[in-house]
């Protein structure tokens, strides 16, 4: 099983910055993938950004340029960095992990935390 704990959302004015934290209860080198998505007026949960464990990553069109993912392994914490905010950045931004590797099996399950509200006034 993996935990996700968010923390750093809040309230920002347009072109501000936020960083938003993930720390997982595992070593985040077992982990396969991990990112964030968020969820705003749409009903759906949208990709921000994500790694892969090779290294890839992948941003949506919308945040590209402005967001910046990335990890500290020794505090096992996913760092979203999220700067020039605008109002429709806001949302409930959700961590999330996708497959682990444990005593030498992977399991293809994925997890999600309680979720972030970032909200940016204009």
């Known amino acids: 099983q993996v935990q996700l704990v968010e923390s750093g959302g809040g309230l920002v004015q347009a072109g501000g910055s936020l960083r938003l934290s993930c720390t997982a209860s595992r070593s985040i080198d077992s982990i396969n993938a991990m990112g964030w998505y968020r969820r705003g007026t749409a009903k759906q949960r949208e990709l921000v950004a994500h790694?892969?464990?090779?290294?890839?990553?992948s941003y949506a069109d919308s945040v590209k340029g402005r967001f910046a993912i990335s990890r500290d392994n020794a505090k096992n914490t996913v760092i979203l960095q999220m700067n020039s905010l605008k109002p429709e950045d806001t949302a409930i931004y959700y961590c999330?992990?996708?497959?682990?590797?444990?005593?030498?099996?992977?399991?293809?399950?994925?997890?999600w935390g309680h979720g972030t509200q970032v909200t940016v006034s204009s």
């Open positions: 999330h992990a996708m497959g682990f590797y444990s005593g030498g099996y992977f399991f293809n399950t994925e997890f």
């Open positions: 790694y892969t464990a090779g290294g890839a990553t």
